[in-house]
């Protein structure tokens, strides 16, 4: 075996720290939402100490997802903007599930797919601290009126299963596309994933001093 | 309130009940029955509610009206609302009782995410126990009579009991016994919607021909029911609603988006699976990473 360039820088330690901290908020978010969500997931309390602890707790921990994603959000927007190769790979989403991405156009530092987890992410978040406000009647009781507080439920409720959807789709294809997490935990990906997933991004890095 | 073990419970939130014991006699369902035609407005059931249940109204302030406090509170489980109703010459003071309707179909209780915070006994009385309650207000939102009022103390939910633990030994609540002029009757649901026909027999012999029986069938009737001079109009007596109904929202958030929520999370993660086992993972071969130093070089030398 030969030895390979090194290694593509593809996250800074701060983006990473952003990341982890919005995953595990997310994760703690889904956990104690849906533990009063569903009866049968009430058990879900006890991770946080109790009904009442999980209810006190669960909207302090979307603040801190809303502000880290708000970071996410800043650092990655104009890297997720559409054009026109995102539709081309779009229709040919049979092909990349199939494993067979090879005709499709080069890709840059995001594809088609991981711009709809962002988007997706970003409005639903949105939507979840709008809705989630409104339920938070230790501190906003009374700037709304009863109807307007269920509505808040029902749109709280849709938009936290979307998330977790997306969030199942982001992980799955973590996990489907080998070499991806070290992106993450890393930082940095091997040549070979670069040229093969991201290759227009990767000629912009190979390119760099 | 605790839960009363000498009755049997019909409904307990996010949880399911078994059924009563067999050869047990069916529990009579019990209502109270507020004569509003028969109110003089003395507030003494309001004073007997505070006495009974050990509550302290702090001292409030007066809007102009007599309602006092001005809203249900955590203390205040009841409160007489009045309304000047003018219609010609005519001016009529509607002095409704307010407090929790004891709905047959309760929303609060469907809408409580916390296992056994509220339930429904046999005899149609429905209650809070505190000590299953975790503040979070979603019986506020599943209640068509915006009735609960959660503590800035204690976090929790609290309304009228219909003095559950007084009925539980054979008592009436509070409220009835302290009333002076008996508009406040207790008894079974069906002796009540007895007693009212009698009473509105009276009131349209004395003109009032809209008089009529409050029992509201949107929420499955209810185990508080008033006599209203003007049947016709519930809405005049300080808003109580004319057809009084769960929200469909609720409806929506408690019904089929619960199981509907779970099947499309277990269906995305059972997807995944599928698409494992089936397609294998996406990988980089070593003729990728060839390609890769191939570029990397070929850059380097421009």
């Known amino acids: 075996m030969s030895e390979h360039i090194k290694p593509v820088s ?49 909207p302090w921990i979307g603040v801190v997802l809303a502000i880290s994603f708000l970071g996410l959000f800043f650092r990655f927007f104009t890297l997720n903007l559409w054009n026109r190769d995102d539709t081309v790979w779009m229709k040919n989403l049979g092909a990349v599930i199939n494993n067979k991405e090879e005709g499709l156009p080069e890709v840059g530092k995001y594809n088609a797919g991981q711009k709809l987890v962002f988007w997706g992410q970003s409005i639903l978040i949105f939507a979840l601290l709008c809705s989630g406000v409104v339920l938070w009647d230790t501190y906003f009781a009374t700037y709304t009126t009863i109807d307007q507080k269920r509505l808040s439920a029902v749109i709280h409720a849709l938009c936290a299963i979307g998330v977790i959807l997306i969030w199942i789709v982001h992980v799955y294809a973590a996990i489907w596309v080998k070499g991806t997490i070290r992106a993450m935990t890393q930082g940095s990906v091997t040549g070979g994933w670069a040229w093969k997933h991201h290759r227009k991004w990767f000629r912009q890095e190979v390119g760099k001093p | 309130m605790s839960v009363l073990q000498a009755l049997d419970l019909r409904r307990r939130s996010a949880s399911s009940v078994p059924p009563p014991a067999a050869g047990k006699p069916a529990a009579v369902a019990v209502a109270k029955l507020i004569d509003v035609s028969k ?12 006495e009974w249940n050990q509550l302290d109204q702090p001292i409030g302030y007066t809007d102009g009206t007599y309602d006092n406090p001005t809203d249900l509170t955590t203390a205040s489980w009841t409160v007489m609302r009045f309304t000047e109703y003018e219609h010609g010459d005519d001016l009529e003071w509607l002095i409704r009782k307010d407090g929790c309707m004891h709905c047959d179909d309760p929303g609060c209780l469907k809408a409580c995410p916390a296992p056994g915070a509220i339930v429904q006994y046999t005899n149609g009385i429905v209650d809070f126990v505190s000590e299953n309650c975790i503040g979070c207000g979603y019986c506020l939102k599943g209640c068509p009579f915006n009735i609960p009022r959660i503590s800035q103390t204690t976090s929790k939910a609290y309304k009228c009991t219909l003095c559950s633990d007084r009925v539980v030994v054979g008592q009436a609540p509070a409220c009835a016994k302290a009333c002076p002029t008996q508009a406040i009757y207790f008894g079974t649901k069906d002796d009540m919607i007895a007693h009212a026909g009698k009473r509105i027999v009276d009131l ?36 109580l609603p004319d057809n009084p109904h769960i929200s469909p929202l609720v409806g929506i958030w408690k019904g089929v988006m619960k199981p509907l929520s779970l099947a499309a999370i277990a269906f995305a993660g059972a997807f995944g699976f599928l698409h494992y086992i089936t397609k294998g993972p996406n990988t980089v071969s070593e003729h990728d990473e060839a390609k890769a130093d191939e570029l990397a070089a070929g850059k380097d030398r421009a």
């Open chain 1, 10 to 58: 593809r996250y800074t330690t701060g983006a990473r720290i952003n990341h982890w901290i919005t995953a595990v908020s997310l994760i703690l978010l889904a956990l104690s939402g849906m533990a009063l969500f569903h009866p049968s997931l009430y058990f879900l309390t006890g991770l946080f100490g109790g009904g009442e602890f999980t209810r006190v707790i669960h």
């Open chain 2, 39 to 50: 109110c003089i407005g003395c507030k003494a059931c309001q004073a007997a509610c505070l």
């Open chain 2, 204 to 239: 349209k012999s004395r003109g009032y021909q809209n008089a009529g029986l409050y029992n509201p069938q949107g929420v499955g009737g209810t185990h508080v029911m008033y006599v209203l001079q003007h049947a016709d109009k519930p809405s005049l007596y300080a808003g």
